[in-house]
DNA sequence: CACGACAACTCCTCAGACAACCTGAGAGGT
DNA sequence: ACCTCTCAGGTTGTCTGAGGAGTTGTCGTG
């Protein structure tokens, strides 16, 4: 069951994921009928109104239109979908390398560009996440995601912020679950602190190579646990 | 009775209307647990199982997200903005600085994770860059980005697949215009040929530093151009 | 051939039942 | 005072059975 997530899906986002397929894959083109609620339901092995709930779904995201007494059609194969939420239904480990390769470089930028301003706001972030320690997981995982977005805001690329930002909504999900399950501030309430400290430290004195370098470490420990993880 | 108010709409769709108004008007911000299906059902006037398949099609939006147990709760107010919008609004120079950053790791990736079948596809892209040596600057760059595509693919994580995609129209238009703005073409048909060939051969060889430093030289040098030319 | 009745499908909606799950409050122990 | 555990209540998840409403193709009749 390779349903990437830490998190088992129910049987309607299973039933969605099935039928997006098939429908991505064109299996059935476009104005083309699909099979029966009943038949749909025998085929998939579920519930008519689970595979009821399924097409609604398809239909918000505009792949399908029901027309009552004639049957559920396909307007659309390509997804037309926002990003956001393609982010949303890929494995989270997938995420999070993408996540590695573009932050590892963006802190190599971070490194040659950043301000005194940008000094003093990741420096103010790590206090923060220091700060964190003594607080909820959640809060914890907002103040890390923090000082790294204040990392990669420095180095001064508008497109690579908003991509950051893009994967943060889906990484703050996958890293509160990871913090919860693994129990990682079981020992220590205030993980990673040390190497943080180092890459900001590197960023700082403009050394991208050492950056880079504790950086890709730190993350790959992680990707490393989301992957047994899932 | 010709038009207009015809058929009415469903119960359903005017469910989702109802509450699709509701989340940007801005009712329940962000966040925000929704009343419970049964409430819901009650207010709406209708059963809970329509109430259940309405909920279903802002899921699909990408509006809420239902969790067992707990309730549903509104992860967006409006129907996110598309990122390809945001790139064409962008500077050229920025998204070809993100689109390097982003594939230089990847190509690192690919070197370590490549199949028989990628090093075939990679080459066959590149025997087709060099086919297109004799075709018009458009149908040149075309070239180019499918070779750079198939390397990414190799990397074998969708969402980087994903996310370079999202990037090759902007990088398209603007290699395009560079492309005849400097007569980038003049002296030598194919430029870059043998860099090309020396990026494929390290990616094959499973050298992920060669590969990322080849790559990325390549890179800089059109992105130096770029920079100079906007 | 034209046309209307009709049967067989389809989706639409509701109600009820039970399972799986989360959350918060309170009991009890340390 | 604090921590842990239990548990009840509420929530979504899933299935089933029953009609209602609309569409479509068929078939008999003229």
Known sequence: MALGALHRSPLVDQAVE????????????????????????KTLGVGRSTVREALRALAGAGLVQARQGAGVFVIATSPAEDWTARLRRA?????????????????????????????????AALEARRGA???????????????????????HNPVLTDLFAEFVPRLREGLVALVDLLDLRAGDPNPGDATHAAFVGAVERGDPDAAGRVLQEELEQTLDRLRRAG
């Open 18 to 41: 099935s039928l997006r397929e098939q429908i991505t894959q064109g299996l059935w083109p476009v104005g083309t009928r699909l099979p029966g609620e009943t038949t749909l339901a």
């Open 91 to 123: 494995a989270v480990a997938d995420v999070y390398e993408v996540r590695m390769l573009v932050e590892v470089q963006a802190a190599r930028l971070a490194a040659r560009r950043r301000t005194p301003d940008d000094v003093t706001a990741m420096h």
């Open 133 to 155: 320690a003594r607080d909820t997981d959640a809060a914890f995982v907002d103040a890390d995601i923090a000082l790294h977005a204040a990392v990669v805001a420095a180095a």
